[in-house]
């Protein structure tokens, strides 16, 4: 298990680095996972999504699908690629501090 140092939080992170209590999750949290899944600055476009999959995950307990996200965000699959280089279940929902999806990483 490792660790992520947020200001004078410290987080604790699962072997892929997903948050271990998703309950500590904040926006600062959320730069710097950011940053370690090759995401400099989060735009406006990339809270967008972020808040669509906490939202999703709060109302259904799961992250949506791909075709589900797409669908819902307006975004197309390669913008969010764009977005989030690692992809939508590794680098957007982790940035956005939800479980691991399953069949991810």
């Not at 967008?48 to 699908?65: C, H, S, T, W």
């Not at 501090?97 to 069949?103: E, H, M, Q, S, V």
Request: aromatic share 10%.
């Amino acid at each position: 298990m490792s660790q992520l140092v947020v200001g004078s939080l410290v987080v604790e992170l699962d072997e892929d680095g997903f948050l271990e209590d998703h309950s500590v999750w904040t926006e600062d949290v959320a730069r710097a996972l950011a940053n370690t899944e090759e995401v400099e600055e989060l735009t406006e476009e990339h809270w967008k999504l972020i808040n669509y999959l906490r939202e999703y995950y709060d109302q259904f307990g799961v992250a949506p699908m791909v075709r589900k996200m797409v669908k819902d965000s307006g975004f197309d699959q390669k913008k969010i690629y764009e977005l989030f280089p690692a992809g939508p279940g590794k680098g957007a929902c982790k940035i956005a501090g939800l479980p691991k999806p399953t069949g991810c990483v």
